[in-house]
């Protein structure tokens, strides 16, 4: 038997975590043990579907549950569970090493803000688990054994740095991590983890709702004045979904919440399900209060909790949630699935796909009864998960209009508050008949760019739509209740009213022959950029701009393309002229007399790149605009 005691140490990301829960910058200490009997109901949920998957697995069943353990005189509290326990190699990558996405950001951000408040939402947001126990332990020893092997294994640290791990051939089945508590909490009431009625309290206000029980010894004196100890169950141990709804606390449910996530923060909002019938299930949902850090990450996990007859069988099922609304968390216990059921199964089972449907379309109106009853909790819900929502816009064709319903949008008419569409259709002027919008990169770019002159001129509002999907679905759905939407950077705009547009009709046909020369000229001189160049009448002040035709992918997603490492063809768009503008009536003008000067054709191009510089857009070639416009400023002179 190897009995070396082996010194590791912590992945770098872990070692500044634990400087963080050592030096706890979090207030609400008492949640350690939140954390630690989470994993440890986590673990017995895995042992019983493992050896219900496993017949072969050699492990004991018969008597789950966990338990706490205290010692005065040492002052140390163990924690206790005979689940499915880890293997040495287990113990390294779980316990040293930090795998969750996103937490070098994390650290970063961390490290950054000097607010100890701003820290404590910060760390309430990641949710650090194990390591919560370095809050109230300066030393925590991990003892345990993986069901079905015969070597356990006994990890040890203070968590400055490094932990030690040996082997241990008497490990029970199952995990035990035992505190030695910090010397400071001692005197005070409030912090002693080693007394009774407190760890009971700690208990029943956040894992009353663990399905295992949590045992702790209690004093019993027999009548002859004996004093014995006997475990006593302290939690009640009942599923908070099969519970009615008037039963269940706001607190209760909070903590749930807690559990299922690892979050530390409340959530903003909950849902529940139940349907009876031939397909029987139990749902509970949660909107958390804020997005994950992983949010748009590749390798993220998502989905809910599934259980069948209240047995857990498997975290993040996928089947059961869609893309677009991955951050909800909860649980869904299903009364008629087979406890042996797979992913493969689940793919393609026509009851999970109802089920599915209807969670989805629950979540969806959850979000709508927001908005009306709780403005603030749908703002900050749109805030926080807008971004991915949208991505159900080209998802889930099914829930399109539902899915719209319930989307903000930043617009020209407040510089704050986003607008939902139905806000937007109401506000829409006498004889509008699309909602306008504008891609681009960022609100400055879109509100300051050409295109925007007519609009903001006659008052017509426009969405600002800066959020990369926002290119791709908009072309996508084409319209929300009978209205299209319409780009202001494409296709040809008309804004007048019936009035204007008798006297704009004459006044166009006039510039049409006036401008006919320059315009034909202007389409052959700049033929290799543009396809065509014609007369605006979307340009107040500016002399030109770029735009698409109606169906032409916009410049922005044409970006996007590039950068997915597509290979576009280059897009050729309409430039078009302001005809009031002086620099377009001069060039005119000059054109007319000397149809063959050279600088003429350089000033078309000029005006071609600042139409390109307005909206934001990028000069294929920076150095030769620079020196034809240095040239053309020096003769001015
Ligand atoms: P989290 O629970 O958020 O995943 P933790 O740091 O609390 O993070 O735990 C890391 C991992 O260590 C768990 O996901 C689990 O695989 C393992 N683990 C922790 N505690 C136990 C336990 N009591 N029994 C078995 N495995 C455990």
């Known amino acids: 038997m190897n009995t070396k005691v082996d010194t590791l140490e912590f992945q770098a990301e872990a070692r500044q975590l634990l400087q963080l829960m050592i030096h706890s910058i979090y207030s609400n200490k008492e949640t350690f043990l939140r954390e630690l009997v989470s994993n440890a109901s986590d673990a017995l949920d895995k042992l019983r579907l493992e050896a219900f998957q496993d017949k072969d697995l050699e492990a004991d069943t018969s ?33 040293g090493t930090i795998a969750k996405s996103g937490t070098a950001e994390f650290l970063k951000k961390l490290k950054e803000s000097q607010d100890s408040a701003v820290s404590q939402d910060l760390i309430g947001q990641f949710g650090v688990g194990f390591y919560s126990s370095f809050m109230v332990a300066d030393k925590v020893t991990l003892t345990t054994r993986r069901a079905g092997e015969t070597v356990g294994t006994r990890w040890e640290s203070g968590g400055e740095g490094t932990y ?16 030695h508590l910090k010397p400071e909490d001692a005197d005070d009431q409030l912090f002693d983890y080693t007394s009774a009625w407190k760890l009971r309290e700690i208990v029943k206000k956040y894992s009353d709702f663990i399905v295992w029980p949590i045992k702790m010894a209690a004093e019993k004196t027999a009548e002859d004045g004996e004093v014995t100890h006997e475990l006593e169950t302290v939690n009640s141990m009942k ?33 529940r399900m139940q349907a009876e019938g031939t397909f029987e299930y139990q749902a509970l949902l ?23 007859k209240r047995v857990f069988i498997m975290d993040d099922c996928e089947e059961l949630m869609p893309e677009y609304l991955r951050f909800i968390k909860g649980v869904v216990d299903a009364q008629d699935l087979s406890l042996n059921v797979s992913r493969e199964i689940l793919q393609q089972d026509r009851q999970i796909q109802l089920m599915r449907r209807r969670l989805v379309k629950r979540v969806l109106s959850t979000v709508k009864t927001l908005m009306t009853e709780h403005p603030d909790k749908y703002a900050t819900f749109w805030k926080e998960f807008g971004r991915a929502v949208k991505e159900g816009l080209l998802d889930d064709v099914e829930n399109r209009v539902a899915i719209l319903d319930i989307s903000s949008f930043s617009s020209t008419n407040d510089a704050e508050a986003p607008t939902t569409l139905r806000e937007y259709i109401e506000r829409m002027k006498d004889g509008q008949q699309d909602v306008y919008y504008m891609t681009g990169e960022s609100r400055s770019i879109i509100e300051n760019s050409p295109h925007m002159e007519a609009f903001q001129a006659k008052g017509f509002e426009v969405l600002v739509l800066t959020d990369p999907i926002d290119e791709m679905w908009v072309d996508a ?38 401008f006919a020369e320059l315009l034909s000229w ?4 700049l033929g290799e950029s543009v396809k065509e160049v014609r007369l605006s009448s979307r340009l107040t002040t500016s002399p ?40 377009v009536v001069g060039l005119r003008d000059a054109h007319s007399k000397r149809a063959d000067d050279e ?14 510089l307005s909206e934001g857009g990028e000069l294929s070639d920076p150095s030769r605009f620079t020196r034809l416009l240095a040239a053309q400023l020096t003769r001015a002179l």
Request: charged share 30%; with cysteine.
């Open 63 to 95: 008597d789950l549950h966990i338990e706490l353990e205290v010692d005065k005189d040492a002052r140390t509290l163990t924690i206790r569970d005979n689940g499915i326990g880890m293997s040495r190699e287990d113990v390294i990558g779980l316990i």
């Open 599 to 612: 600088t003429l054709a350089e000033t078309a191009e000029l005006l071609y790149g600042m139409a390109l």
């Open 522 to 525: 202007m389409t052959t001189t």
């Open 544 to 583: 030109t701009c770029i735009v698409g035709d109606s169906n032409d992918m916009s410049p922005t997603l044409e970006k996007m393309y590039r950068a997915m490492g597509e290979n576009m063809p280059q897009l050729k768009r309409i430039l078009e002229l302001n005809p009031t503008h002086p620099l």
């Open 164 to 179: 030690t791990i040996e082997e241990l051939d008497d490990a029970p089945q199952g995990t035990a991590v035992t505190l």
């Open 239 to 271: 599923a908070l979904w099969a519970r009615s709804k008037d039963d269940v606390t706001d607190d209760e449910y909070n903590e749930f919440y807690k559990h299922v996530s690892h979050d530390w923060q409340d959530p903003l909002e909950i849902v």
């Open 286 to 308: 949660f909107i958390p209060s804020h997005a994950p850090m992983d949010l748009f990450m590749r390798e993220r996990k998502r989905g809910v909790q599934l259980y069948v």
């Open 477 to 514: 759905v084409g319209e929300y209740e009978g209205k299209q939407f319409q780009s202001i950077a494409k296709g040809q705009v008309d804004l007048d009213s019936d009035e204007e547009k008798k006297t704009a009709e004459a006044e166009r046909e006039q510039q049409t022959k006036d």
